[in-house]
């Protein structure tokens, strides 16, 4: 495809609910990253993959955040039990080499 | 503890003249820095980087400069047209190690370009 894209664009969840966010990178991209960006704020680094394997998920906030890309493309990010502070836009990149990532629009998430 | 950071919320230019985003960062492990642009709705843009190992890198109207020294690093972009006028990221990224593959951002400069 021409860039990154993610869906939904917007999420809004009521506490405890368990929503998915999804990932779909530039293809040929091995490499594709998941951050958090709080209102105000730059993006937080939540996980990497390279390919299928997930090679650091150190900013993962707590286990009820999951991410999982099978097949080494398509990504999804899984929030469990979704709490207020989990609000926030969501971003996907992917890369060819590593740093310098090409970043998708976005999933704002809204917990209630 | 923030790694990279960005004092300045926002920066106001007239068009025409330099625009200077500056950027501080405490972690001397930093392989690479990148500046990102972002307009809003949308996610950020790569716009330069610069190796650890340089001092100036030049793309066209944008100039990066590290200071290894000072920890401290600038965007200059000359000259500032409307378009310009976004969100700026600066962000430190670790091409080896324990924390290969991660990028850790600022939280970001608005530059307001005026006609």
């Known amino acids: 495809g021409a860039g990154v894209s993610q869906s939904p664009r917007y999420k809004v969840a009521k506490r405890g609910q368990d929503v998915a966010l999804r990932c779909d990178p530039i293809s040929g991209h091995v490499s594709l990253f998941w951050y958090q960006q709080a209102l105000g704020q730059g993006p937080e680094f939540l996980t990497y993959?390279?390919?299928?394997?997930?090679?650091?998920k150190s900013g993962l906030p707590s286990d009820r955040f999951f991410a999982e890309r099978p097949e080494g493309s398509v990504s999804t990010l899984k929030i469990q039990r979704t709490q207020q502070e989990d609000s926030a836009v969501y971003l996907c990149?992917?890369?060819?080499?590593?740093?310098?990532?090409?970043f998708g629009p976005g999933t704002r998430l809204t917990v209630l | 503890d923030q790694q990279v950071k960005q004092n300045s919320p926002s920066l106001s230019v007239q068009e025409g003249r330099i625009s200077i985003l500056n950027c501080d960062y405490t972690?001397?492990?930093?392989?690479?820095f990148l500046w990102y642009k972002k307009y809003p709705a949308e996610g950020p843009t790569f716009l330069i980087s610069i190796s650890s190992i340089k001092d100036k890198n030049e793309d066209g109207r944008f100039t990066v400069f590290l200071n290894k020294s000072a920890k401290h690093l600038s965007l200059h972009i000359v000259p500032s047209q409307p378009g310009d006028s976004a969100v700026y990221f600066c962000?430190?990224?670790?091409?080896?190690?324990?924390?290969?593959?991660?990028?850790?951002f600022g939280d970001g400069t608005t530059l307001t370009v005026k006609p």
């Open positions: 993959f390279q390919n299928e394997a997930q090679l650091d």
């Open positions: 972690n001397s492990m930093f392989d690479y």
């Open positions: 962000a430190g990224y670790f091409l080896e190690g324990t924390n290969a593959g991660k990028s850790t």
């Open positions: 990149a992917s890369s060819l080499a590593g740093r310098k990532q090409f």
